[in-house]
């Protein structure tokens, strides 16, 4: 099969490590014997940058506008005549399907011009915006997103719970179908030879809404006046940090805590190994890639009941909570259940890595194409 890949995130020189996910995604389809031709198309707010066809780190062309001066609308009509030009040069490219990576703003105005292109499009969604309604109150103030959405395009989404995000925001139906992120399991994997501490806690993310970690921090202090060797070891970045580390303080939980900072992915797969659990408490995940690592490496997830989360952990390899307030009790239920971390990694990994990946992806495409 041969596919024109139309992304409006995908790293860069600048940030080589943006949107990883679709990256995974394509480089999946590859495994699979799919040709794979992409550009990365995007205009969007910040600081200014401008991009006309540059190769990119991964090799692919680039279309880039950023400023932060320009109004969404010319922003997107920018979007659809970038977009022209590139299925303009790519013609002749005789591709099977056309696979855009985020809708928006890319196909905001894709009625202006889908009479002229003959060929299968697709939409490969990730984006979390949808089920805030990007931030208002009510979708319908934006009516030109919601459009994308009633031209009968399908939508292949990482989760069943971002597909009804889509048609609950665009109040339309459309085909649907559903391919999980890609775990890295040369890296995320149950390693036999790192043992678990008992009572020992992991948690790691770019601390930011819609993240809770304030609740697992409070409900880890009373965990630790019943198991005084308790340990929450603490990853990651993020604006939340400091606000955390003054909870930390005022809780008198500094000897019980270990601040780690940025990981690499070796180390964090070796804190998931070492780990009792792994503990992700969020308002909202359309997936939640890092509960998915923790699984490929065996160890308990302890998360909340939302989004993507439930599609993937149930009791045989974790524990879901409908309200912060369950928190403590989860980790008391999870420390006197003796778990069987390797099948639960090996049944992670075989869903979740890049070959039965790539293939349920090509079997989706494959069935829009013969739509």
Known sequence: MNILHITTWYPTHKNPKSALWVQRHIEALAQSRCKNTTYHLEVNKGDFQLSLGKREILGNKSYRLISSFLPWFLMEVISIILLSWILWKERNGNYNLINFHIAYPNLTYWHWIKRWVKTPVVITEHWSAYHENFGLADA??????????????????????????????????????????????????????????????????????????????????????????????????????????????????????????????????????????????????????????????????????????????????????????????????LSNKDWNRKTSATTANKRFSIIPIGIRYLASLSSIIKQ
């Open 140 to 333: 319908n103030k934006l009516p030109r997103i919601q459009h994308i959405f009633h031209q009968q395009i399908p939508v292949i989404a990482v989760s069943h719970a971002l597909i009804q995000d889509i048609k609950s925001f665009s109040n339309a139906d459309f085909p649907s179908y559903v391919v999980p992120n890609i775990v890295d399991t040369t890296l995320f994997f149950h390693n036999p030879n790192i043992k678990p501490t008992p009572h020992r806690f992991f948690m790691i993310s770019q601390w930011k809404t819609p993240k809770d970690p304030f609740a697992v921090i409070e409900s880890f202090a009373q965990y630790v006046s019943q198991f005084p060797e308790a340990r929450l070891r603490i990853g990651g970045y993020g604006p939340q940090l400091q606000e955390m580390q003054n909870l930390v303080k005022n809780l008198s939980l500094p000897p019980h805590v270990d601040w780690l900072g940025t990981l690499d992915s070796k180390d964090i797969a070796n804190e998931m190994n070492a780990a009792a659990a792994f503990i992700h408490l969020s308002n909202y995940e359309t997936f939640s890639v890092v509960c998915a690592e923790a699984v490929c490496c065996g160890c308990p997830v302890i998360a909340s009941n939302i989004g993507g989360i439930p599609e993937f952990i149930d009791n045989s390899n974790g524990v879901l909570i409908d309200h912060k307030n369950k928190l403590l009790d989860s980790l008391l239920t």
